[in-house]
């Protein structure tokens, strides 16, 4: 990753330089009228807006794209997501995810648990359709714009004695800029997708509903002020998404740990893996649940037992990458059974308690007995919700009465 951090970085603060240079120099001839560079910090704005919240953002230009349109035949050559049939519904749906939000805060912690595995879920499908439909339309539509208002379509060739003198209008670059404008916004789409799709899984795993409102605020806060910056000033608005671009290359490698977990956690929640799945006697699939050496906290990999009963965590990072392999401290290992999935403790002696080691997915649910005894851990134990509903039943006397014994 970090091998294409200066080239990355260069190509971001070329296209942040460019933008309102370009901009600038188009607005000095032509007022009010469409310019190429108002056009790319225009599409730029787009879809950073559409990559933090894709549905949000989708329906969002769609409605806009559809009430911008004067004449019914216009509103019909409108591509499928600016049309009422989709809009609508798209922008309904988010209303009732910001009502489940805005109730949250108020409500018992673990009601709403499936509902964000559900919204988690149209996250990902909406980034998988907006990544590979709607954002090439926006491109191919911005890139058709952007040569159509420069004119370089047709101007003639121009003849110079100097190098200054070469009018770069005078070439066709057109299949160039399509060429380059589609793969380059969908890797900015992923990029900045991740870091969005992670706000999904830190709702999934914070157990107050009031941190899931403040994560979301922040989300769609973020995303009101690119699209009121790219209304009132398109330059100022493709600024902003460049730096939003940038923190979020920054941030990927935690995104993208998180994204996992979510991808996972949300499988396993949904098929109903627990009932099919089945223990291996070696190598099985888990996380991190806090950095452990190099392996950093969810980091999915495999837990191998050794010959001398020392358990070590294998990984590849990005998944792809040659495999690294960490040791687990052994000290005061106990399973902790949760209600939407379980952990592997250890005792900490700096902190002397116990931390959470390992995240074990919903899969392992009532398997964790099985798992304690195939890594001969010491037992298993409450945890989370499960360990408070224990407290209630038994604080209250709800708790399997104890047999009497003898006179």
Request: proline fraction near 6%; hydrophobic fraction near 50%.
């Amino acid at each position: 990753m970090k091998r294409f951090a200066l080239p990355l970085l260069f190509l971001v603060s070329a296209a942040l330089l460019s933008v309102p240079l370009w901009a600038a120099e188009a607005a000095k001839t032509s007022g009010k009228a469409k310019t190429p560079g108002l056009e790319l910090a225009t599409m730029a704005s787009q879809v950073t807006g559409i990559a933090i919240s894709p549905l949000l953002g989708v329906g969002t230009v769609g409605a806009y794209q559809y009430f911008q349109a004067d004449t019914p035949e216009d509103k019909a050559k409108l591509p499928w997501f600016a049309q009422v049939s989709f809009w609508l519904p798209a922008l309904l749906l988010v209303g009732v995810c910001a009502f489940k939000d805005t109730i949250a805060a108020a409500a018992p912690p673990g009601w709403k648990k499936p509902l964000d595995i559900a919204e988690t879920l149209e996250n990902k499908v909406s980034g998988l359709v907006a990544a590979g439909a709607v954002v090439p339309s926006l491109v191919a539509l911005g890139s058709k714009l952007i040569m159509e208002s420069s004119g370089l379509e047709h101007q003639p060739t121009a003849v110079a004695t100097g190098l200054g003198m070469v009018q770069l209008g005078a070439f066709d670059f057109s299949w160039l800029l399509t060429i380059l404008m589609v793969p380059l916004s969908i890797a900015v789409f992923a990029v900045v997708w991740v870091v969005g799709h992670a706000i999904n899984v830190l709702i999934l795993l914070s157990p107050w509903g009031a941190v899931d409102t403040v994560l979301k605020g922040m989300r769609t806060g973020v995303l009101s002020l690119v699209a009121a910056t790219a209304y009132i000033d398109p330059v100022v608005g493709a600024t902003l998404s460049g730096v939003i671009i940038l923190l979020a290359y920054l941030m990927a490698g935690w995104a993208f740990r998180l994204m996992v977990f979510g991808s996972v956690f949300t499988w396993d929640f949904f098929t109903l893996r627990h009932r099919r799945f089945q223990l291996l006697a070696d190598g099985n699939k888990l996380f991190t649940g806090r950095q452990i050496e190099d392996a950093p906290m969810r980091t999915y990999g495999r837990l191998y037992q050794q010959a001398d009963g020392k358990l070590v965590f294998k990984y590849r990072p990005w998944l792809v990458l040659p495999e690294r392999t960490v040791a687990v401290p052994p000290e005061g290992l106990v399973v902790g059974k949760g209600v939407f999935y379980s952990e592997v403790l250890g005792f900490d002696k700096e902190a002397d308690k116990l931390v959470t080691l390992l995240l074990l997915p919903p899969r392992y649910r009532g398997h964790e007995e099985l798992l304690a005894r195939t890594y001969h851990i010491s037992g298993t134990c409450d945890v989370g919700l499960r360990r408070a509903w224990s407290w209630i039943k038994e604080a209250f006397g709800f708790g399997r009465k104890q047999a009497a014994g003898p006179a």
